[in-house]
């Protein structure tokens, strides 16, 4: 307990928590890292100075409320960005007509993967973690984010999600796009409106990618244990 204390964790029925009663996974612990707790490997969430909340307009505020109500904590994407902004706004209205819209044969775990492929291509540790963390708890898949974050090729997916991955990548890197992407991915099922979407997510993530290691930005500690324990039901 003593290696612990200076993170001031405690006991309780054999688990380990710390002072805001997040469960800690020794793992983590050993590396430096507590959920919850400035650790070792603890960086600011931003190079660029992060407003105070109560000094935003009034429409950015309620966003916020809105995303950590329901979130149980405000991602640091939305603070990071709160320093410009009118591209705030824009960024995220962009982002809720892509990853929020209720048409098309897209599954959220379908974007979120299209989101980490993408984005480990890209280096983005943001990104990475947080919508890994999202992958998780939509594909109801504890592992899968951490495989298609390391290698999509060797990950456990089926026709059709490397269908959508082989596209996305395309886009990715922008390579130039051909009739037979379309007709690959026709074969899975998806129109044309479709593709446009797997596309549009891969280069729309090109963008927040780039921010975030523009602003260093760093992912919340709780993206880290998302899906990978069960919540406690209140």
Not at 37 to 66: A, F, T
Not at 86 to 114: H, Q, S
Not at 125 to 143: D, E, M, P, T
Not at 156 to 181: G, N, P, T, W, Y
Request: aromatic letters at 12%; charged letters at 25%.
């Amino acid at each position: 307990m003593f290696a612990y204390q200076r993170l001031r964790c405690f006991h309780h029925f054999g688990k380990l928590y710390n002072a805001n009663k997040f469960l800690v996974v020794p793992s983590l612990v050993i590396k430096g890292y507590v959920p919850g707790v400035r650790g070792l490997c603890s960086y600011p969430i931003s190079r660029y100075p992060v407003p105070d909340k109560k000094d935003l307009p009034q429409d950015m505020v309620q966003q916020m409320d809105e995303v950590e109500e329901k979130s149980g904590f405000l991602p640091n994407v939305f603070k990071a960005l709160a320093h410009r902004p009118d591209e705030f706004r824009a960024f995220f209205a962009y982002y809720d007509a892509l990853m929020n819209k209720d048409t098309g044969r897209l599954t959220k775990a379908d974007k979120e993967m299209i989101v980490v492929a993408t984005s480990a291509h890209n280096n983005c540790l943001y990104c990475v973690i947080a919508h890994g963390a999202l992958l998780r708890i939509f594909s109801k898949n504890r592992i899968l984010a951490d495989q298609v974050a390391t290698n999509w090729k060797c990950a456990d997916l089926d026709a059709r999600q490397k269908a959508i991955l082989e596209f996305a990548m395309a886009i990715c890197k922008s390579e130039a796009v051909h009739e037979e992407h379309f007709l690959e991915l026709e074969k899975h099922g998806f129109d044309r409106e479709d593709i446009w979407d797997i596309g549009a997510i891969a280069a729309f993530f090109a963008l927040s990618n780039r921010m975030a290691h523009l602003t260093n930005m760093r992912p919340n500690d709780e993206f880290y244990t998302f899906g990978r324990i069960p919540r406690e039901k209140k």
